[in-house]
């Protein structure tokens, strides 16, 4: 039990010193290990329900919801820009 959760008191290098443990949590890596909880996160937050919630949603309310943040994302860059 100690390695599955060792990147949360170490560096996560692993036993070869590789950095590919769990203490890298760039963009890349933290998708990887919580982009569900992450996406669980965001939709509970836009529907205003706890994120333990999103987890019981049907999935396609979750899949639409999903689609929803992603080209709302999209427009508000986009409206950024134009301001700029």
Known sequence: MDRSFAGLYDGG?????????????GGVAFMRIYGWHYTAKLIAEHENIR??????????????????????????????????
């Open 51 to 84: 994120t333990s919630e999103a987890f019981e949603m049907k999935t396609i309310e979750a899949l639409n919801t999903m689609a929803y943040l992603k080209s709302k994302n999209a427009y508000d860059r986009e409206q950024a820009k134009r301001i700029r």
């Open 13 to 25: 290098n692993d036993e070869g010193g590789n950095d590919e443990g769990t203490g890298g949590f």
